[in-house]
Protein backbone atom coordinates (compact mmCIF):
# COMPACT_ATOMS: atom_id res chain seq x y z
CA UNK A 1 0.00 0.00 0.00
CA UNK A 2 1.19 3.39 -1.18
CA UNK A 3 2.45 5.61 2.24
CA UNK A 4 2.91 8.65 0.22
CA UNK A 5 0.28 11.09 0.26
CA UNK A 6 -1.33 11.20 -3.02
CA UNK A 7 -2.22 15.32 -4.79
CA UNK A 8 -4.22 16.13 -7.99
CA UNK A 9 -1.89 19.36 -9.52
CA UNK A 10 -1.71 21.16 -12.47
CA UNK A 11 0.86 20.95 -15.55
CA UNK A 12 0.84 21.38 -18.87
CA UNK A 13 0.89 19.77 -22.16
CA UNK A 14 3.50 21.13 -24.72
CA UNK A 15 0.72 23.05 -26.70
CA UNK A 16 -0.16 24.79 -23.63
CA UNK A 17 2.82 26.94 -23.26
CA UNK A 18 1.82 30.93 -22.91
CA UNK A 19 3.34 33.36 -25.72
CA UNK A 20 5.52 35.67 -24.36
CA UNK A 21 4.28 38.27 -22.22
CA UNK A 22 5.02 42.01 -22.28
CA UNK A 23 4.42 42.49 -18.25
CA UNK A 24 7.63 44.55 -17.72
CA UNK A 25 7.88 43.36 -14.21
CA UNK A 26 7.25 39.38 -14.99
CA UNK A 27 10.50 39.45 -17.77
CA UNK A 28 12.64 41.59 -15.79
CA UNK A 29 13.41 39.84 -12.28
CA UNK A 30 12.84 36.29 -13.42
CA UNK A 31 14.51 36.49 -16.61
CA UNK A 32 17.79 38.10 -14.03
CA UNK A 33 17.11 34.85 -12.25
CA UNK A 34 16.70 32.56 -14.91
CA UNK A 35 19.60 31.08 -16.81
CA UNK A 36 20.50 33.09 -19.56
CA UNK A 37 19.75 32.70 -23.13
CA UNK A 38 22.06 31.46 -25.56
CA UNK A 39 24.39 33.04 -27.78
CA UNK A 40 24.01 31.09 -30.68
CA UNK A 41 20.03 31.34 -30.58
CA UNK A 42 19.40 33.16 -33.72
CA UNK A 43 21.68 30.54 -35.80
CA UNK A 44 19.06 27.62 -34.99
CA UNK A 45 15.62 27.09 -35.72
CA UNK A 46 12.68 27.39 -33.33
CA UNK A 47 11.18 24.02 -31.71
CA UNK A 48 7.71 24.76 -33.27
CA UNK A 49 8.88 24.24 -36.70
CA UNK A 50 9.38 20.02 -35.51
CA UNK A 51 5.74 19.00 -34.39
CA UNK A 52 6.30 17.18 -31.16
CA UNK A 53 5.79 13.00 -30.80
CA UNK A 54 5.01 13.45 -27.30
CA UNK A 55 2.83 15.37 -24.85
CA UNK A 56 4.00 15.64 -20.99
CA UNK A 57 1.11 14.00 -18.91
CA UNK A 58 -0.28 16.26 -16.56
CA UNK A 59 -0.74 15.27 -12.86
CA UNK A 60 -3.65 13.40 -11.53
CA UNK A 61 -5.15 12.47 -8.68
CA UNK A 62 -4.70 9.07 -6.78
CA UNK A 63 -2.48 6.22 -6.49
CA UNK A 64 0.06 5.60 -8.88
CA UNK A 65 -0.54 3.96 -11.96
CA UNK A 66 1.09 2.69 -15.46
CA UNK A 67 1.04 5.78 -17.80
CA UNK A 68 -0.10 7.96 -14.94
CA UNK A 69 1.78 11.04 -13.15
CA UNK A 70 0.72 12.19 -9.66
CA UNK A 71 2.30 14.39 -6.66
CA UNK A 72 3.20 12.60 -3.60
CA UNK A 73 4.62 14.17 -0.13
CA UNK A 74 6.95 12.23 1.87
CA UNK A 75 5.66 11.52 5.70
CA UNK A 76 7.93 14.34 6.51
CA UNK A 77 6.10 16.73 4.69
CA UNK A 78 2.71 16.23 4.70
CA UNK A 79 0.84 19.42 5.03
CA UNK A 80 3.43 21.18 3.86
CA UNK A 81 3.56 22.58 0.23
CA UNK A 82 6.71 20.58 -0.48
CA UNK A 83 5.99 17.57 -2.48
CA UNK A 84 7.74 15.12 -5.62
CA UNK A 85 5.84 13.70 -8.92
CA UNK A 86 6.20 10.29 -9.94
CA UNK A 87 5.31 8.65 -13.04
CA UNK A 88 5.14 4.84 -13.80
CA UNK A 89 5.85 3.93 -17.27
CA UNK A 90 3.13 2.18 -19.58
CA UNK A 91 4.69 -1.48 -19.40
CA UNK A 92 5.09 -0.88 -15.52
CA UNK A 93 4.12 -4.67 -14.08
CA UNK A 94 4.73 -4.93 -10.21
CA UNK A 95 7.90 -7.32 -9.41
CA UNK A 96 9.49 -5.85 -12.78
CA UNK A 97 12.92 -3.49 -11.79
CA UNK A 98 12.85 -0.21 -13.89
CA UNK A 99 15.78 2.03 -14.64
CA UNK A 100 14.92 5.20 -12.58
CA UNK A 101 14.74 9.05 -14.16
CA UNK A 102 15.32 11.78 -11.14
CA UNK A 103 15.36 15.04 -12.38
CA UNK A 104 15.42 18.66 -10.76
CA UNK A 105 13.50 22.02 -12.83
CA UNK A 106 15.03 24.69 -14.22
CA UNK A 107 14.61 27.99 -11.94
CA UNK A 108 11.17 30.27 -12.57
CA UNK A 109 9.46 31.89 -13.07
CA UNK A 110 11.14 32.15 -16.69
CA UNK A 111 9.71 33.02 -19.89
CA UNK A 112 12.21 34.30 -22.54
CA UNK A 113 11.51 35.79 -26.12
CA UNK A 114 10.87 32.71 -27.74
CA UNK A 115 7.76 31.62 -25.73
CA UNK A 116 9.90 29.05 -23.47
CA UNK A 117 8.97 29.28 -19.75
CA UNK A 118 10.00 27.41 -16.72
CA UNK A 119 8.08 27.21 -13.38
CA UNK A 120 10.76 26.07 -11.44
CA UNK A 121 8.02 23.73 -9.71
CA UNK A 122 8.31 19.68 -10.25
CA UNK A 123 4.84 18.97 -12.46
CA UNK A 124 6.51 21.93 -14.84
CA UNK A 125 9.43 19.55 -16.31
CA UNK A 126 9.68 17.36 -19.31
CA UNK A 127 13.01 16.45 -19.71
CA UNK A 128 12.62 12.74 -18.10
CA UNK A 129 9.84 12.09 -20.15
CA UNK A 130 11.61 13.00 -23.22
CA UNK A 131 14.25 10.73 -22.78
CA UNK A 132 12.29 7.96 -21.99
CA UNK A 133 9.35 8.53 -24.14
CA UNK A 134 6.91 7.23 -21.63
CA UNK A 135 7.97 3.48 -21.27
CA UNK A 136 10.79 1.44 -19.53
CA UNK A 137 11.84 4.26 -17.01
CA UNK A 138 10.46 5.06 -14.18
CA UNK A 139 10.29 9.02 -13.71
CA UNK A 140 10.75 11.49 -10.75
CA UNK A 141 10.48 15.00 -10.53
CA UNK A 142 12.43 16.37 -6.94
CA UNK A 143 11.61 19.60 -5.08
CA UNK A 144 13.77 21.98 -3.67
CA UNK A 145 13.41 22.68 -0.10
CA UNK A 146 13.01 25.58 1.48
CA UNK A 147 13.00 24.89 4.99
CA UNK A 148 11.86 28.71 6.46
CA UNK A 149 8.45 28.61 4.57
CA UNK A 150 8.58 24.82 3.85
CA UNK A 151 7.34 25.13 0.76
CA UNK A 152 9.47 24.50 -2.92
CA UNK A 153 11.90 26.58 -3.77
CA UNK A 154 10.80 28.05 -7.23
CA UNK A 155 14.59 30.23 -7.72
CA UNK A 156 18.15 28.48 -6.97
CA UNK A 157 18.90 25.91 -4.04
CA UNK A 158 16.35 27.05 -1.27
CA UNK A 159 18.22 24.72 1.68
CA UNK A 160 20.43 22.70 -0.06
CA UNK A 161 21.51 20.47 2.70
CA UNK A 162 17.01 20.09 2.98
CA UNK A 163 16.81 19.71 -0.72
CA UNK A 164 19.51 16.64 -0.79
CA UNK A 165 18.55 15.16 2.22
CA UNK A 166 14.93 15.09 0.30
CA UNK A 167 16.48 13.45 -2.51
CA UNK A 168 18.45 10.63 0.02
CA UNK A 169 14.90 9.93 1.44
CA UNK A 170 12.60 9.48 -1.83
CA UNK A 171 14.88 8.23 -3.89
CA UNK A 172 15.76 4.84 -2.47
CA UNK A 173 11.80 4.54 -0.91
CA UNK A 174 10.47 5.50 -4.40
CA UNK A 175 12.46 2.23 -5.86
CA UNK A 176 11.67 -0.24 -3.33
CA UNK A 177 7.64 0.95 -3.73
CA UNK A 178 7.99 1.14 -7.13
CA UNK A 179 10.26 -1.33 -9.02
CA UNK A 180 13.01 1.11 -9.17
CA UNK A 181 16.56 -0.38 -9.62
CA UNK A 182 18.56 1.52 -7.60
CA UNK A 183 21.71 0.53 -9.40
CA UNK A 184 20.30 2.37 -12.42
CA UNK A 185 19.39 5.62 -11.13
CA UNK A 186 19.92 8.57 -13.42
CA UNK A 187 20.08 11.80 -12.48
CA UNK A 188 18.96 14.44 -14.72
CA UNK A 189 18.25 18.22 -15.06
CA UNK A 190 17.09 21.01 -17.03
CA UNK A 191 19.02 24.77 -16.33
CA UNK A 192 19.19 25.38 -12.66
CA UNK A 193 18.64 21.51 -12.40
CA UNK A 194 21.56 20.97 -15.05
CA UNK A 195 23.39 23.14 -12.42
CA UNK A 196 22.05 20.87 -9.65
CA UNK A 197 23.69 17.83 -11.15
CA UNK A 198 26.85 18.74 -9.93
CA UNK A 199 26.09 20.93 -7.04
CA UNK A 200 23.10 19.05 -5.82
CA UNK A 201 24.18 15.34 -6.84
CA UNK A 202 27.52 15.81 -6.19
CA UNK A 203 27.52 17.91 -2.81
CA UNK A 204 28.50 15.33 -0.42
CA UNK A 205 29.26 10.77 -0.74
CA UNK A 206 25.89 9.61 0.39
CA UNK A 207 24.01 11.66 -2.24
CA UNK A 208 26.44 10.95 -4.96
CA UNK A 209 26.29 7.36 -4.08
CA UNK A 210 22.44 7.15 -4.99
CA UNK A 211 23.48 7.85 -8.99
CA UNK A 212 24.37 5.54 -11.61
CA UNK A 213 25.05 8.73 -14.38
CA UNK A 214 23.85 12.17 -15.33
CA UNK A 215 22.13 14.14 -17.99
CA UNK A 216 22.66 17.71 -17.83
CA UNK A 217 20.81 19.97 -20.51
CA UNK A 218 22.19 23.59 -20.87
CA UNK A 219 24.81 24.60 -18.33
CA UNK A 220 27.23 23.01 -16.21
CA UNK A 221 28.18 23.47 -12.38
CA UNK A 222 31.40 25.99 -12.16
CA UNK A 223 31.51 26.77 -16.19
CA UNK A 224 29.59 30.24 -15.16
CA UNK A 225 29.61 32.44 -12.35
CA UNK A 226 25.92 32.34 -10.55
CA UNK A 227 24.69 34.36 -7.34
CA UNK A 228 25.08 31.87 -4.77
CA UNK A 229 27.78 30.20 -2.45
CA UNK A 230 29.98 27.26 -3.76
CA UNK A 231 29.17 28.62 -7.48
CA UNK A 232 33.11 29.24 -8.11
CA UNK A 233 34.90 26.63 -10.15
CA UNK A 234 37.08 25.48 -7.38
CA UNK A 235 33.92 24.41 -5.49
CA UNK A 236 32.54 22.53 -8.72
CA UNK A 237 36.06 20.88 -9.34
CA UNK A 238 35.66 19.70 -5.78
CA UNK A 239 32.47 18.23 -6.57
CA UNK A 240 33.50 16.65 -9.67
CA UNK A 241 36.39 14.43 -7.37
CA UNK A 242 33.00 12.22 -6.26
CA UNK A 243 31.80 11.45 -10.12
CA UNK A 244 34.40 8.84 -10.45
CA UNK A 245 33.93 6.63 -13.69
CA UNK A 246 30.05 7.21 -14.13
CA UNK A 247 28.82 8.15 -17.18
CA UNK A 248 27.79 12.15 -17.91
CA UNK A 249 25.65 13.38 -20.96
CA UNK A 250 26.00 17.70 -21.24
CA UNK A 251 23.42 18.83 -23.82
CA UNK A 252 23.10 22.67 -24.41
CA UNK A 253 21.03 24.67 -26.77
CA UNK A 254 23.89 27.30 -27.43
CA UNK A 255 27.08 24.94 -27.79
CA UNK A 256 28.53 22.41 -25.57
CA UNK A 257 31.88 23.99 -26.16
CA UNK A 258 32.12 26.16 -23.05
CA UNK A 259 31.77 22.84 -20.89
CA UNK A 260 34.54 21.00 -22.47
CA UNK A 261 36.86 23.66 -22.20
CA UNK A 262 36.19 24.26 -18.64
CA UNK A 263 36.61 20.25 -17.76
CA UNK A 264 39.58 20.36 -20.21
CA UNK A 265 41.19 23.24 -18.16
CA UNK A 266 41.24 21.86 -14.98
CA UNK A 267 42.01 18.41 -15.97
CA UNK A 268 38.42 16.53 -15.34
CA UNK A 269 38.94 12.96 -15.99
CA UNK A 270 35.48 11.52 -16.84
CA UNK A 271 32.89 9.38 -19.26
CA UNK A 272 31.48 12.46 -20.62
CA UNK A 273 29.66 12.90 -24.07
CA UNK A 274 28.37 15.89 -25.34
CA UNK A 275 25.37 16.51 -27.56
CA UNK A 276 24.13 20.55 -29.08
CA UNK A 277 20.73 20.30 -28.81
CA UNK A 278 19.45 21.29 -32.71
CA UNK A 279 16.97 24.35 -31.66
CA UNK A 280 17.62 27.52 -30.41
CA UNK A 281 14.99 27.31 -27.37
CA UNK A 282 15.85 27.21 -23.54
CA UNK A 283 13.49 24.69 -23.29
CA UNK A 284 13.17 20.95 -21.59
CA UNK A 285 10.37 20.37 -24.36
CA UNK A 286 12.34 19.66 -27.13
CA UNK A 287 13.08 16.49 -26.39
CA UNK A 288 9.26 15.87 -26.78
CA UNK A 289 9.97 16.48 -30.36
CA UNK A 290 11.77 13.56 -32.78
CA UNK A 291 15.62 14.78 -34.02
CA UNK A 292 18.69 12.79 -34.66
CA UNK A 293 19.73 14.44 -31.52
CA UNK A 294 16.88 12.85 -29.43
CA UNK A 295 17.84 9.61 -30.91
CA UNK A 296 21.59 9.91 -29.89
CA UNK A 297 20.63 10.90 -26.20
CA UNK A 298 18.31 7.89 -25.78
CA UNK A 299 20.78 5.92 -27.13
CA UNK A 300 23.41 6.66 -25.01
CA UNK A 301 20.92 6.02 -22.25
CA UNK A 302 19.78 2.95 -23.33
CA UNK A 303 24.06 2.19 -23.04
CA UNK A 304 24.10 3.89 -19.55
CA UNK A 305 21.51 1.94 -17.81
CA UNK A 306 22.49 -1.22 -19.81
CA UNK A 307 23.93 -2.62 -16.64
CA UNK A 308 22.72 -3.05 -13.14
CA UNK A 309 26.29 -1.92 -11.57
CA UNK A 310 27.60 1.98 -12.69
CA UNK A 311 29.57 2.81 -9.84
Not at 61 to 81: C, D, I, M, N, S
Not at 101 to 129: I, K, W
Request: proline share 8%; aromatic share 12%; glycine share 12%.
Amino acid sequence: MDTATQFFCHSRRDDDVPRPSTRRGFLGAAALLALGAPTRAVELPDMSTVSPDLGTPLCEEGPPRPGRRVRQQLPAYRGTGVYHTLYLPTDWKPGRLYPVLVEYAGNGPYMNRFGDVSTGRPEGSSLGFGLSGGAGYVWVCLPYVNSSTREIQTQWWGDADATTSYAREATPWLCREYGGDPGRVILCGFSRGAIGCGYLGLRDDATSALWSGFVAYSHFDGVRPWPYAGAEPGAAIGRLKRLGNRPFLITDEASTRATREFLTQHQVAGRFTYVDSPFRNHNDAWLLRPTPERDRIRKWLRSAVGSGDLH
